[in-house]
Every structure is written in structure tokens, then in C-alpha cells.
């Protein structure tokens, strides 16, 4: 179990950024994207070393439903139809302490495959 949970967690109106706060009073505003991007689902990590995924296209994508998970989670769906991350309050914590940095490391991900953090046009 964490020492630390939760005690306020709001989607911001435009459904772009999840504000957290823990009993320990640290609070981060998470956006939406890197919530999506960095994802805990398989879909995104994968089922083990090497398997993950690196999602592009998904600056705009919103938050549209958060629905608790026991005690020690939350469940995001997203407009895109992602819904299957489980996001632990030690995993929440994790992005309001280094997703700066994990989401540098993402957009790197991204430069180095030729993808966007846009969605691309479909040729037609």
C-alpha cells in the first residue's frame, strides 16, 4: 500500500488536464495527452521488455470518464476509445514528479520514428 493517496482529483472543464492532490499536500495538473501517451495498459507497455508501444497523434485527445479501481486506482477512458490503463496512485505520483521528463523522452521516441504528436492527414 502507498503512503500517500489522493485526497482531490478533478478533470479540468476543458477535459485536457487531471488535476491531483495527495495527503502529503504535493499536487500535480497531469495533461491529458501525456496521461494517454504514457498509458500503464498493455496496450501501450506491452506484455514485457520491448514490447511497448509508442502512441502518435494524441495532442488533443480528452478525458471523458475516471471511475475508481479499488483503493489504489483509477481507470481513464479517453475519446479516442482508450480506456484500458489502470493508473495507481504510485503511478500518478510517478507523472506528477517525472513526467516532464518522461514525456521528453516520448517526443524523442516520436522525432526518432518519424511520428507527430498530431494526427496525421490521411492521403485520399
Do not use: C
Not at 476543458?14 to 495538473?29: G, P, S
Not at 480528452?62 to 479516442?80: C, E, H, L, M, S
Not at 480506456?83 to 521528453?104: H, N, P, S, V
Amino acid at each position: 500500500m502507498s503512503d500517500f493517496w489522493p485526497t482531490q482529483i478533478k478533470v479540468a472543464k476543458d477535459r485536457q488536464r487531471l488535476t491531483v492532490a495527495f495527503n502529503d499536500d504535493a499536487a500535480y495538473e497531469l495533461s491529458a495527452e501525456m496521461l494517454r501517451v504514457l498509458s500503464p495498459s498493455a496496450e501501450v507497455k506491452g506484455h514485457g521488455p520491448g514490447q511497448e508501444v509508442t502512441v502518435p497523434g494524441k495532442r488533443n485527445v480528452a478525458i471523458i470518464a475516471v471511475q475508481p479501481t479499488g483503493n489504489y486506482a483509477i481507470r481513464i477512458g479517453f475519446d479516442d476509445g482508450h480506456d484500458t490503463g489502470i493508473y495507481t496512485w504510485t503511478y500518478l505520483r510517478e507523472l506528477g514528479e517525472r513526467g516532464g521528463e518522461m514525456f521528453a523522452d516520448y517526443e524523442a521516441q516520436l522525432s526518432a520514428k518519424g511520428m507527430s504528436r498530431d494526427v496525421s492527414s490521411k492521403p485520399r
